[in-house]
């Protein structure tokens, strides 16, 4: 019998890489929307929040404007409900009014499946119909089982099936950070 080794963890985002990150993903945003105007940035719960509210902070430093915001989870939507559990823990969803006719930016920490996006979409459709919706994640993993894909990404990195991505942050976690962490190896 092999011998397993223990799980291989590598930083790939310290905090300086990710406030960079997130700096270049507000540029994105901005030109996507060609400006603040019809712009609502909606962060997946729990992290996707986190980051959308930094980087609707950071559009507003920029152009001095607020950004409207507004938080998703997505729990009740997945189509793997079953598999959660009898009693999922639901999350706060607010959104700031009817998204129709507005740029409604979805926000996530790590893109893998594309199954939390989708069920993100299938949701906002219950908030009216905007004019359009872009997707905006941190890490973008590859892996995809539905045709989804990210508008703007902070880092694209080459994950294999037992590999994991564990996004900290600061409001969370105490400190910022994104670890690649390699499954064990047979």
Same mark, same amino acid.
């Given at each position: 019998?092999?011998? $397993?080794?223990?799980p291989d =963890?590598?930083?790939?985002?310290?905090? %300086?890489?990710?406030?960079?990150?997130?700096? %270049?993903?507000?540029?994105? #945003?901005?030109?996507? @929307?060609?400006?603040?105007?019809?712009? #609502?940035?909606?962060?997946?719960?729990? %992290?996707?929040?986190?980051?959308?509210?930094?980087? @609707? *902070?950071?559009?507003?430093?920029?152009?001095? #404007?607020?950004?409207?915001?507004? @938080?998703?989870?997505?729990?009740?939507? $997945? !189509?793997?409900?079953?598999? &959660?559990?009898?009693?999922?823990?639901?999350?706060?969803?607010?959104?700031?009014?009817?998204?129709?006719?507005?740029?409604? &930016?979805? #926000?996530?920490?790590?893109l893998y499946?594309? =199954?939390?996006? %989708?069920?993100?979409?299938?949701?906002?459709?219950?908030?009216?119909?905007?004019?359009?919706?872009?997707?905006?994640?941190?890490?973008?993993?590859?892996?995809?089982?539905?045709?989804?894909?990210?508008?703007?990404?902070? *880092? @694209?990195? *080459?994950?294999?099936?037992?590999? =994991?991505? !564990? &996004?900290?942050?600061?409001?969370?976690?105490?400190?910022?950070?994104?670890?690649?962490? =390699?499954g064990e190896?047979?």
């Amino acid at each position: 019998m092999a011998a $397993r080794s223990a799980p291989d =963890r590598t930083t790939i985002l310290d905090a %300086r890489a990710l406030a960079r990150a997130l700096q %270049r993903m507000a540029v994105e #945003v901005l030109e996507l @929307a060609q400006g603040t105007e019809d712009l #609502v940035l909606i962060g997946i719960q729990r %992290r996707g929040v986190e980051l959308a509210e930094r980087i @609707a *902070k950071l559009i507003e430093k920029d152009e001095g #404007v607020t950004v409207p915001r507004g @938080a998703l989870d997505i729990t009740l939507y $997945r !189509d793997d409900l079953e598999t &959660v559990g009898p009693k999922p823990v639901i999350g706060e969803t607010r959104l700031p009014g009817d998204l129709t006719g507005k740029h409604a &930016v979805i #926000v996530d920490d790590v893109l893998y499946t594309g =199954r939390t996006v %989708r069920a993100a979409l299938d949701e906002l459709a219950d908030f009216g119909r905007p004019k359009r919706i872009s997707l905006c994640v941190l890490i973008d993993r590859g892996g995809r089982e539905l045709p989804i894909q990210a508008d703007i990404v902070g *880092k @694209a990195v *080459k994950t294999g099936l037992g590999d =994991r991505i !564990d &996004v900290l942050v600061e409001e969370l976690d105490g400190t910022d950070q994104v670890n690649l962490i =390699r499954g064990e190896q047979a």
